[in-house]
T-cell receptor, first 112, second 116 residues
Framework: DSGVTQTPKHLITATGQRVTLRCSPRSGDLSVYWYQQSLDQGLQFLIQYYNGEERAKGNILERFSAQQFPDLHSELNLSSLELGDSALYFC???????????FGPGTRLTVL | AQSVAQPEDQVNVAEGNPLTVKCTYSVSGNPYLFWYVQYPNRGLQFLLKYITGDNLVKGSYGFEAEFNKSQTSFHLKKPSALVSDSALYFCAVRDDSGAGSYQLTFGKGTKLSVIP
């Protein structure tokens, strides 16, 4: 158990809908990262937050957004969902930027 | 831009034999290198990292990795494979060029199968 929690574990929704994925980092970790894992794209970095502020953006679509709250938990919002958004979404946290990242169990999103 | 290559999609090894999972990298600055393992329907688990210093890095579950700067490689090794080592292994790199971005760039993964 990495200490990073993600909810929900599974999410099934329809095209065009909006969902929110939630992540709680390890106790004391200030940095949160979001990744998408799909069969065709592999593991791709989406976005990073550090102590509430956005620090880096990767291959994140404009339909996707994220934020980190004062209690350091983070949410990833996915809107206008398409079939191709079906994937595993991982959250990771680290104590400091650049340290090894510890991954949550992921949220499996299925868009029908 | 930083990148990682894992040239083998799959590696098969007999139980008790040594195993190697290959990784090569490309970065503009100093490399920070990581290995992660993913079991089915689980998140990624951190195995080991190279930042600086000794080229042979020891990690969890008996794994180690050898950093080779001239060959830009960071191969994962284990002297004696276990059936329970069967999983998907990811190599990752973080560019330490000071650009301020600390995300990891992952390879495509290598599926390791240890045959009893």
């Amino acid at each position: 158990d990495s200490g990073v929690t993600q909810t929900p574990k599974h999410l099934i929704t329809a095209t065009g809908q909006r969902v929110t994925l939630r992540c709680s980092p390890r106790s004391g970790d200030l940095s949160v990262y979001w990744y998408q894992q799909s069969l065709d794209q592999g593991l791709q970095f989406l976005i990073q937050y550090y102590n509430g502020e956005e620090r880096a953006k990767g291959n994140i679509l404009e339909r996707f957004s994220a934020q980190q709250f004062p209690d350091l938990h983070s949410e990833l919002n996915l809107s206008s969902l398409e079939l191709g958004d079906s994937a595993l979404y991982f959250c990771a946290s680290s104590a400091r930027m650049g340290n090894e990242q510890f991954f949550g169990p992921g949220t499996r999103l299925t868009v029908l | 831009a930083q990148s990682v290559a894992q040239p083998e999609d799959q590696v098969n090894v007999a139980e008790g034999n040594p195993l190697t999972v290959k990784c090569t990298y490309s970065v503009s600055g100093n490399p920070y290198l990581f290995w992660y393992v993913q079991y089915p329907n689980r998140g990624l688990q951190f195995l080991l990292k190279y930042i600086t210093g000794d080229n042979l890095v020891k990690g969890s579950y008996g794994f180690e990795a050898e950093f080779n700067k001239s060959q830009t490689s960071f191969h994962l090794k284990k002297p004696s494979a276990l059936v329970s080592d069967s999983a998907l292994y990811f190599c990752a790199v973080r560019d330490d060029s000071g650009a301020g971005s600390y995300q990891l760039t992952f390879g495509k993964g290598t599926k390791l199968s240890v045959i009893p």
